[in-house]
């Protein structure tokens, strides 16, 4: 399978291009989403939410409309869409921003998404957020710049390693209660972030196409 994007209803500069998209991949919009992919004239192949944000119901194939009283977030509806359909790679526009309570809805749902065996990305006007699991790593590119920052997420994280960054880590335990992975950088020879146990929340600066989750 390719990538599930997902387009959310918080405004970004970030823009999801035609020719970005391959054969193997979906397009989903959540709620007031649908308006940003249709300002970058892309038609979607799902249209999911309860849509108060967008404030109609759209009149094409492939709408899904939920009650505004529900469990589920739009974006959480959007990703369980995805995984429906046999997705396991998902990026996400205009999940970060706005209000903050939606923000860390977001981040909680890629959580949900590890837990299902996938893994999400959230692209917002300056950074991306991606969170990884136990055993699990993500390389970028010489060509990265700019800033990178890792919190344990949910408990201790053990045996959490970073190489090619200016302040790197060995066999390092992050906690809840320490921020010490704040405000990395950058250097010129690529960087990789690892973890053995536990889950890391990694946040960086730039394109998320410098590194190799995707």
Known sequence: ??????????????ILKQS??????CVIAADGGYRLLQHWGIK???????????GYVP????VSQYPSEKD?????????????MGYRQFVILGGLGGRLDHTLANIHTLDYLVEHGARGCLMGDEENVLLIDSDSSITFRAEAIGR???FAYGGKAE??????????LKDAVLTTDFPIGVSNEFTDRGATVS??????LVIWTGSVRLCDWI
Do not use: W
């Open 1 to 14: 399978m390719g990538i599930c994007y997902i387009a959310g209803a918080a405004d970004t500069t970030r």
């Open 20 to 25: 970005m998209i391959k054969n193997d991949d």
């Open 44 to 54: 979607p192949d799902q249209i999911v939410g309860d849509f108060d944000s967008l």
């Open 59 to 62: 009149s094409e194939e492939h």
């Open 72 to 84: 589920d977030t739009d974006m959480m509806i959007a990703v369980k869409t995805g995984l429906s």
């Open 148 to 150: 990178l920052s890792i």
């Open 159 to 168: 045996g959490v390693y970073l190489t090619g960054l200016k302040y790197p």
């Open 195 to 200: 973890v053995r146990s536990g889950k890391l």
